[in-house]
């Protein structure tokens, strides 16, 4: 009698105890706030979302115990080569990057050029080179934003 086991992704046990990690570094931060809370506390939300955090984790971990890696998977660093052609696909990355780069721009950049930059960008790379309408589209978007924030909420963007 064979037992057929379940199959992790390549990666996912280890970002499950990354996840438990940080559950508990976050923990550690919220009891930073005011040692011990009460109920009514600074700190006594931030405690209970950590304990959730690492509740959740726990239940992760635990419902995972029984899953196996892949057999095509040689090792770890085949199941590193296989996790990183998985999640860091090109546009994966590009959009990482530029929106790196538009949280850079928009401390030296208006929010309106920086937004508009962003978005013209992403909109370009992502209907491949079709300049006019992604500027139309953008531009569309930020007079929106403008719109809804500036002239309705009164709302100040930096």
């Known amino acids: 009698m064979s037992q057929k086991f379940e199959r992790v992704q390549a990666g996912e046990k280890a970002f499950d105890w990354l996840l438990m990690l940080f559950s508990i570094g976050v923990l550690v931060e919220a009891y930073r706030i005011d040692g011990i809370p009460s109920l009514n506390s600074p700190g006594s939300f931030p405690v209970g979302l950590a304990l959730v955090m690492i509740a959740s984790s726990a239940v992760i971990l635990f419902s995972h115990r ?11 660093r085949h199941e ?19 929106a790196v780069a538009y949280l850079v721009a928009i401390v030296w950049f208006s929010f309106y050029v920086s937004t508009f930059l ?5 909109f370009i790379y992502y209907r491949q080179g079709r300049v006019i309408s992604s500027l139309v ?9 403008y719109v809804l924030f500036t002239l309705v909420f009164r709302v100040y963007l930096p």
């Open 80 to 98: 590193f080569q296989v996790f990183w052609k998985e999640h860091f696909q090109p546009h994966i990355v590009v959009f990482t990057l530029v």
């Open 137 to 145: 589209i953008a531009g569309g978007s930020l007079a929106v934003i």
């Open 118 to 122: 962003f978005l013209a960008l992403l």
């Open 66 to 76: 029984h899953k196996r890696r892949d057999p095509r998977i040689r090792d770890a």
